[in-house]
């Protein structure tokens, strides 16, 4: 039955025209949206309004964007049955060109690929076509997952695709959750990582999404912790929760929606600090040449005061200004068929965009779309630095540093800034 919807749609394609225009999708953030800000005219002196940054914190406010479609020839799916549509788990593919009238998407996600596109009456059929892929589903940390794009849901649990920094931070950063597997008498087996389609690279719900950020996490850093060069970026769609799409909206567009519950550390400035840091000279017994330091985002070292504070506590309060006086920018692509886990600075001037995109082999389909917003931190012990600050001996000078632990506190009531 499958075959035979697929047929029929595709006899339908054929005779719709094939040419791809210009910007087939329009990607809009709708959270964080930037806000209209009123200041002094520039020339004028004259109120005018600006787009200012909106403020979230650090862990929990929901990033979504909405992709519009523009020109498409319709929703293809690789199973037929009612619905015709898409529904949760299933996927779903929005067509903008198909050449040769046959659906055969290069997608293990395409029903049997090799069945479809090796017919036993005719010869082998290539792929040619331009499409967003998308599966209606939520997925989490630890949320058992079987829908999506297959291959790229089993790379998103690797034991480190879950960790925002890449590196063994101060609480650690979180990695694939486990379970325990049983054998058929009931027996423990032992422990496997749980499928559940979440971590650092491209959505297996939304494979054709790129999010990239140039903080902390989203950044891929060299061994001696400086931006690798070129710039290399994650793509940061795989920590996508959920996924849903409309057939029209309001506009007559139809559209798919892709939220992320920001995990705390997403967005924050990597920071590696030295408790005992002397410039490359052996540590004195008394440890009277320790100087604390640290580098935020592969800059300079920077020696930090002792304060009141153990000489082995992280700098909590050198990092809070740093991560609140941060501007945040988050920028997303579209591309047909499967995104990059990474993606490379191309042409080399600092900047991920359309071209570079482009110059790695994609055919980009919703083109740069940015947003900007601040943060403010969490409380001293569990705030941002969780995911995002490291000990590390900087210097080789032979320490690195101390775990800090916290305890409990009471509850509080805290006023939204404004």
């Known amino acids: 039955m499958g075959i035979v919807r697929v047929a029929f749609l595709s006899i339908f394609l054929f005779a719709a025209p094939a040419l791809v225009l210009a910007g087939p999708v329009n990607i809009k953030f709708t959270t964080a949206d930037m806000t209209k800000?009123?200041?002094?005219?520039?020339?004028?002196?004259?109120?005018?309004f600006e787009m200012a940054p909106t403020l979230q914190y650090y862990d929990g406010w929901p990033l979504t964007l909405k992709l519009e479609v523009n020109n498409e020839l319709g929703i293809a799916i690789s199973e037929g049955g009612d619905p015709f549509?898409?529904?949760?788990?299933?996927?779903?593919?929005?067509?903008?060109?198909?050449?040769?009238?046959?659906?055969?998407?290069?997608t293990p996600s395409w029903?049997?690929?090799?069945?479809?596109?090796?017919?036993?009456?005719?010869?082998?059929?290539?792929?040619?076509?331009?499409?967003?892929?998308?599966?209606p589903d939520i997925d989490d940390l630890g949320l058992p997952d079987n829908a999506g794009h297959d291959s790229q849901r089993m790379l998103l649990v690797d034991s480190y695709s879950a960790g925002l920094s890449g590196f063994n931070t101060w609480i650690g950063a979180p990695t694939g959750v486990?379970?325990?597997?049983?054998?058929?008498?009931?027996?423990?087996?032992?422990?496997?990582?749980?499928?559940?389609?979440?971590?650092?690279?491209?959505?297996?719900?939304?494979?054709?999404?790129?999010?990239?950020?140039?903080?902390?996490?989203?950044?891929?850093?060299?061994?001696?912790?400086?931006?690798?060069m070129p710039m290399e970026l994650v793509n940061l769609s795989g920590y996508t929760n959920a996924v849903s799409y409309g057939l029209n909206d309001k506009k007559s567009k139809t559209f798919v929606m892709a939220q992320i519950v920001v995990p705390g550390g997403l967005f924050a400035p990597f920071a590696v600090y030295d408790t005992c840091y002397t410039g490359g000279d052996p540590i004195l017994p008394d440890e009277s040449n320790c100087t604390k330091a640290w580098m935020v985002e592969g800059?300079?070292?920077?020696?930090?005061?002792?304060?009141?504070?153990?000489?082995?506590?992280p700098p909590k309060g050198p990092y809070r200004e740093v991560f609140e006086d941060t501007v945040y920018t988050v920028s997303a692509f579209v591309v047909s068929g499967k995104a990059p886990d990474r993606v490379i600075d191309m042409d080399g001037d600092l900047d991920i965009d359309d071209n570079d995109l482009e110059l790695m082999g994609y055919d980009v389909l919703g083109s740069k779309k940015s947003t900007s917003f601040k943060q403010v931190s969490g409380d001293d012990c569990f705030g941002p630095f969780g995911g995002s600050l490291m000990?590390?001996?900087?210097?080789?000078?032979?320490?690195?540093?101390?775990?800090d632990i916290c305890g409990p506190t009471s509850g509080s009531i805290t006023r939204v800034p404004r």
């Open 37 to 48: 800000e009123k200041v002094p005219g520039h020339k004028t002196g004259k109120p005018v």
């Open 299 to 313: 800059g300079e070292v920077v020696g930090l005061p002792f304060g009141e504070f153990d000489l082995h506590l």
């Open 85 to 106: 549509f898409p529904h949760r788990g299933k996927p779903g593919f929005i067509l903008f060109a198909d050449p040769d009238g046959v659906l055969c998407m290069d």
């Open 391 to 403: 000990y590390a001996d900087i210097d080789n000078s032979g320490d690195g540093g101390l775990e």
């Open 178 to 228: 486990r379970q325990t597997v049983y054998n058929p008498d009931g027996s423990v087996a032992g422990e496997e990582e749980i499928i559940d389609g979440y971590g650092r690279g491209a959505d297996d719900d939304l494979p054709g999404l790129v999010l990239v950020a140039q903080h902390g996490a989203g950044i891929v850093w060299d061994d001696d912790f400086t931006m690798k």
């Open 111 to 135: 029903g049997d690929p090799f069945y479809i596109c090796n017919p036993t009456d005719g010869p082998s059929i290539a792929s040619d076509e331009t499409y967003l892929e998308f599966t």
